[in-house]
């Protein structure tokens, strides 16, 4: 019970921020060349990670 008291607070509060960051983003004019090169670099920091254990 204690856990779903701690669980669910957080879970509420994470899907009010995601509503507000999708509607924030729609309403925004965003660079999405830009976005998909950052998360590109870090997917294939990760990938590089894992392939050669280093970093």
Known sequence: ???LVIILPIVVI????LVRLI???KKANVDWTG????IGFI?????LRHITGMG
């Open 43 to 47: 997917a294939l920091a990760f990938w």
């Open 23 to 25: 509607s924030d983003v």
């Open 1 to 3: 019970m204690i856990r």
């Open 35 to 38: 976005v998909t090169t950052i």
């Open 14 to 17: 994470a899907w009010m921020l």
